[in-house]
């Protein structure tokens, strides 16, 4: 019986394995081999391996260290306001006595939007013409301002716009943490005489710690892999003010049709991803054993 069990069970995960296997294995095995390679597509020469010149040209170009500062830089600034009004977003809907179900739900309504509709939205209002943002400081005097194509303001449109997407998510995790706090605590604090400060401090921030750690670990990672509003808003532009790595490997890989200089840029993401997942993946195993 143990043996026809057994069977049965490889039977029925002999498919899903197969699919991983052409959707995962099978592309990051060819993704490292041709990162090895000058392959370019529309060559008719086969192929020729190079050893580490990708990787070697990779970290020598100066659009490829623009593009991982900006990422960095991007990450740090979104992730930070995204936890820090997630956090506050969360704090205020928990203390409402009435609304708190309707406020709950519409703050959630820009993280169920896809990021290309965002972009798209914001590319409207932050029009040099006629978007509404330059209507309205405009009206106190400050003439339009062309954010997408100015290089000290593009970084930080882009980067309004994923913290107006995304804090709402970190608002969700915190919120659900939140609701986990004994409220014991803070009847025990209160006796002992605990402001809202100190009660904050002592009492909530312990308590929602790990969904706050969890917010800024899942927060990094995806915002990491930034790509679609700099790919639709501007391009990397100006002057490579808002270029990212992924955007960097799009234009070489994809536009650029430099297959093997690409597979190196993107197996260079993948590692720093995995690095990044793996302090994730250890906290959930952390918290399993706990």
């Not at 039977?11 to 081999?33: D, G, K, V």
């Not at 650029?256 to 993401?269: C, D, N, Q, R």
Request: proline share 4%; glycine share 8%; charged share 10%.
């Amino acid at each position: 019986m143990k043996k026809r069990k057994s069977g049965f069970a490889y039977i029925m995960t002999t498919p899903t394995m197969l699919i991983l296997i052409a959707l995962s294995i099978f592309p990051l095995i060819f993704n490292i081999f041709y990162s090895f390679t000058d392959y370019y597509y529309l060559s008719r020469q086969e192929p020729g391996i190079i050893g580490f010149e990708n990787y070697t040209n990779i970290f020598k170009d100066v659009y490829f260290q623009q593009a991982v500062y900006n990422t960095v830089k991007f990450t740090i600034l979104a992730v930070f306001f995204e936890t820090l009004l997630g956090l506050a977003i969360a704090l205020l809907v928990n203390s409402l006595q009435r609304g708190r179900k309707t406020l709950r739900t519409v703050s959630l309504l820009p993280t169920l939007l896809p990021p290309v509709t965002v972009a798209l939205i914001w590319q409207i209002m932050f029009s040099n013409n006629y978007g509404i943002i330059n209507k309205l400081i405009g009206g106190i005097g400050i003439g339009p301002v062309n954010w997408l194509m100015d290089v000290n303001t593009a970084f930080y449109a882009i980067l309004v716009i994923d913290i107006w997407q995304y804090a709402p998510f970190a608002f969700l995790l915190i919120y659900a943490s939140l609701q986990s706090v004994p409220q014991g605590q803070y009847e025990a604090a209160k006796i002992d005489g605990a402001g809202i400060w100190q009660q904050f401090i002592y009492v909530t921030l312990p308590n929602i710690a790990n969904g706050v750690i969890m917010v800024v670990l899942l927060r990094t990672i995806d915002t990491f892999r930034l790509f679609d509003k700099v790919n639709i808003l501007t391009k990397g532009g100006p002057a490579n003010s808002t270029a990212t790595i992924t955007q960097y490997i799009f234009q070489h890989g994809v536009k650029g049709l430099k297959v093997g200089y690409g597979s190196a840029a993107a197996l260079i993401m993948t590692v720093i991803v995995l690095i990044l997942a793996g302090a994730y993946i250890k906290k959930s195993f952390d918290k399993q054993k706990v």
